[in-house]
Each structure stands twice: as C-alpha cells, then as structure tokens.
C-alpha cells in the first residue's frame, strides 16, 4: 500500500464487501477493500454446494418474511434492490442465472417482481462465475484490493483510523464494515470486528451460528442417518419466549432429515437458532405411522415399548404427534451468523450507522439472517446496493 489515506475503506472481501465495489465506480477518488483473509469471496465459493444459491424466485413482497421479525426493517432495501434488478445486473454482464431445474430466469420481466420461483442460480452452476464477475467489476471501478490484511483496530480521530495487525495504519474519511459473521472462521469471517465495534460503542446483538444442525439428548434415529421425512412441523421451545405463547420461541414446517449425530433438513437449519441448549425441540410427522420409512416405524415402536414389552399405542400416537428432545447443541458450522450489529444502530435508507458519521455497515454483520433458499446472500447485495447509492450521492462519484 502506498498512500495511506482513502476516501472509502470497505473492510471484507465476501459477497458484499465485493458486490459494493462492483457497483460503485470510484471515478478517481481513492478506495481500498481489506481482506483478513489470503482470498477472496471464500464463503461465496462455498454457498449452494459450489453453486451458489444467489437469491430467490418470486415477488419481492415475499422477501420480506424470510428474514424474520427483522424482515419489516429490511423491506425498504429489499424493494430498492430486488432479486429481479440482481438478475438484470448478472444478465447484462452475460452471466445467465437459471432456477433448480436449470430453466432460464427471464430477467426481463416486468416490475412485480421475478417470474421464476424457488432457488436462483448462475446457469453453469458455479459460483466461481458470480466470484469473478464480482471481482472483475470492482477493479473495472478502480478498487485497490489487499488480501491478508487482517484490522485490528478502528477509531475515530477526525478521519477514521484504520489499524492492521502488523501495526499499519490507514485513513479513511468512510469504512465500510463488511466483515461477515462469526461461523467458518478459517474464511476469514472470525467475528473479530464485533469486538472492535462493541468498543467504539455500536449496540452488537450476541452472535450465534444460525442455519446448523441442532443436536438433542438421547437421540434414537442415528440409524436413519440420510433419511429425510417431508412436511414435518417443528416447534423450538425457549426459556425467554416471554412474548409469545406458552413458552414457543419458533414453530416451523418442512422436511426433516436425520443424521448420524442429530437432526437437519431445511426446516431444522432454519428453526436453529431458536433451539436453545436445555430447552424442547419437538417433532410433529403429520403422518400416520405406515406412512413413514420402515426402519423409522421399527424405532417408533420400540420406544413405544411398556415394562412388559408391549407397544401402547398412545405412546406410540404421542410420539408421532409430540416427538420432544432436549436440545444438547447447535452446530458451530452454520451457514450464517443471527445476531450482529443491531439494525436499531442503522439507517436503513443508507446502511450508515445512525451514530458514526462515515460508518457503514452490510451484509451478514448486520444483526439479519435468512431462511434457507438464497435469502441470505440477497442481503448481502440489497445492503450493499444500497450503501453504494449513498456513497455514491454523498461523494458525488
Ligand atoms: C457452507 C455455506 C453455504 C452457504 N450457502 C448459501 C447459499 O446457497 N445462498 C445464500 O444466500 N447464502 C448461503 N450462505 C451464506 C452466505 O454465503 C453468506 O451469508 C455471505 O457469503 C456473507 O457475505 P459477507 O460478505 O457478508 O461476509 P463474508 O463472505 O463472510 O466475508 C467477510 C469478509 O470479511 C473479511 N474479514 C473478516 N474480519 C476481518 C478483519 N478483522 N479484517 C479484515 N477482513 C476481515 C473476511 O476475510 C472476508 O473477506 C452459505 C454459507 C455457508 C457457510
């Protein structure tokens, strides 16, 4: 690095980090993307199996409910940069996205939104596609990017002050945190700038992994590892679900698949973080108990045995209606982060944070996760999107 004073710093090389970059053309003015990491967009080469699941299908309305109770917040950003404009952008740069079943998007539809439904992904099925689209138009806009540059500080001193971990110091008049969360930490994303914002004073919701298996006490289908049962309804209980109903942190329906250590499938992924260790996680079937896999009928029963080896068949009903287990855990490895910089401390207009004049902040730092189905990385581009209008206006790029 030569000079050391910048007009944007954007600390993360992740998907938003990048997509920021790429939307903004710097038009001469100085800006620098850090990475503690020795690559780029590692989590980004990960998403989707190596597919990368970008965004959803559907109207941008239905956006709204897959973030949550932080979904109201979000709504703004979702609409100002949708799935569809995501698509157009791609599309124009000659990188065709296609649905689950590898048809095309037209990303020329109209203005309600994207005509395809369901998960989103680049046509060749690779995310190293939208990686490298990401990086090649960040440095078509000018971006000086520096990989293995790990902040170990941030202050305020007139400019921003912007410390690495070999003691080097930057100046940048805004610093955008574009940091991730804290799970998959040998990506980079370590969650060491939550500690660096909870000191300069920014409210930093707790981070949890989110979207992760969930382990239970005395689990019974090790046996059925690989097994998946459609159209489960699952219900996490918590000890502080004070404002709703008996004790219910979340209730959810999807499919379920068993593992050798616990339970996964999307509907236990997106309930996770609401499973707290030492509370119930219940499993309703929806089924009767011909229509589940033999082994499974097999195991059902044989919990359902009495003292003197019979099957009571109440039990065995009970079982199928209320299958509860007390959470053990939830794996460290989930796919995001919930918890992170409270959206109470954000402008959502601009991702400027309300308290720091020249501090922004997007993508999964922010205290906002998804459901499973490309929600996530949406984020990631609606926030950063909207960042970009506002440097942009601001510095008159
Ligand atoms: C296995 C897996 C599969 C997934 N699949 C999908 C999917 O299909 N669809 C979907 O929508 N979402 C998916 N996600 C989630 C999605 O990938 C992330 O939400 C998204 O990549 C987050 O982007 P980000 O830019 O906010 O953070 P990240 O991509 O985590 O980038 C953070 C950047 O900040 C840098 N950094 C962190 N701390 C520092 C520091 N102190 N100094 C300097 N640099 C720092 C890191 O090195 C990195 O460059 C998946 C996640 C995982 C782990």
Redesign the pocket.
Known sequence: MNNNEYEIVI????????MLASQLDLGGAPGLI????SA?????L????G?????HGGPVKDFVYAYGDEGQTLRRCLYKHSNLELAKWFSGLGVDLADENGEPVDASYGSGGMDSAG?IFPASGKSRDILNTLIGEAAANLWQIETD????GLRKDGSWVITLINGYELKAENVVI????I??PE???????FE?LDDLGLDINEPRPA?APVYVEDYPYAELSGISIPDVTVIAFSSDAACTCKGKAAKMKGDLLFTHEGLSGPVILNISKHAEPGELIRLCYNKELHELPRRMQRILRERSRGLLGDVRTNVLASLLDHDDFTVTGVDE?G??TAGGVSLDEMDMRTMAAKRFDGLYV????LDAD?I?????????WSTACTCADDLRSKLCL
């Open positions: 600390i993360g090389g992740g998907a938003s980090g990048l850090l990475a503690g990491s780029l967009g590692t989590k980004l990960m998403s989707g199996g597919r990368c699941n970008i965004t998960r540059a790990k902040v170990s574009a940091t991730g969360g799970t998959y990506t980079g994303s370590d969650g060491s700038m660096m979207l490895r796919m995001v997007i993508g999964e730092a998804g499973t189905g490309g929600y996530n990385l949406q984020l990631c």
